[in-house]
């Protein structure tokens, strides 16, 4: 079937990486760096807008209703067939850089290496996340009224912390890269850009797209990595104590009966 079906499933399988999955990967990252950007565009209620921006977007996702079948339907679903294939694709192909040293063998090579990092770490930041699996440490405790706090903890356990940060940049870096240079593919596959010039065109674009992405990805761990942890911690906890104090106000159906039309 698989082989009947060839050009159909490459298809489908560039557009899953696109859509969704490839466009998660923007705000994903926005939200990630909003610990840095957010101190310049935020704003600050309680001392650094960076942690409440972030904390605001993270509570913002977890208050989406049905999240979880959101998840598994638009997100985890796709990025499973996505890997299911690219993992056939990946062993069905032949990389050939030791006969052709062109740009073009080594891209293929790497969006291949990439992609097989891109799986076991998606696979361990989702169970991270969703399940608390650390893998001894190597992934996050996230906590979700302490969001940014919680993950500079995770990256500032001296020496065991920068090797984390490095591990999280170099996977989060071939994400981008994969992303980038399969979007750059993708546009072959359904005959977007069939000239050279036009390849180049599309080629200069997803390079800007991966270098702003890539920076983002930086900027997040760093910021994570240098975040003053007990000054975010405060800050969390009074965002959590004044939301829950703005819900036990809201009126009661039985407060809401007596009040005047």
């Avoid at 990946?90 to 990092?117: E, F």
Wanted: with cysteine; aromatic share 14%; hydrophobic share 45%.
């Amino acid at each position: 079937m698989l082989d009947r079906h060839y050009h159909l499933l490459r298809r489908l399988h560039s557009l899953s990486g696109v859509f969704p999955v490839g466009l998660f990967l923007l705000p994903h990252l926005t939200t990630n760096s909003s610990v840095v950007w957010g101190r310049f565009l935020g704003k600050s209620e309680y001392g650094d807008a960076g942690v409440e921006t972030f904390q605001h977007e993270v509570d913002f996702i977890h208050s989406l209703p049905a999240l979880e079948i959101i998840e598994w339907t638009v997100l985890f679903g796709p990025i499973a067939f996505h890997a299911i294939l690219g993992i056939f694709f990946a062993r069905s192909g032949k990389v050939n850089v030791d006969r052709y040293r062109w740009n073009g063998s080594w891209r293929y090579a790497l969006q291949r290496l990439t992609g097989y990092l891109a799986v076991l770490f998606i696979f361990l930041h989702i169970t991270s996340l969703r399940f608390g699996w650390t893998y001894l440490g190597l992934m996050p405790s996230f906590d979700v009224h302490h969001a940014a706090s919680s993950l500079a903890i995770h990256f500032q356990q001296g020496q065991t912390g920068l090797l984390l940060a490095a591990f999280y940049l170099v996977c989060v870096l071939a994400i981008v890269f994969h992303f980038a240079n399969g979007l750059w593919s993708a546009a072959i596959t359904w005959g977007l850009t069939v000239s050279r010039a036009s390849q180049n065109r599309w080629g200069y674009a997803c390079a800007a797209l991966g270098l702003g992405l890539s920076t983002m990805a930086v900027a997040a761990i760093a910021g994570y990595s240098t975040l003053d942890i007990d000054a975010a911690r405060k800050i969390e906890e009074q965002m959590y104590q004044s939301s829950t104090e703005s819900i036990s106000e809201l009126p009661t159906k039985a407060n809401t009966e007596s009040l005047p039309s």
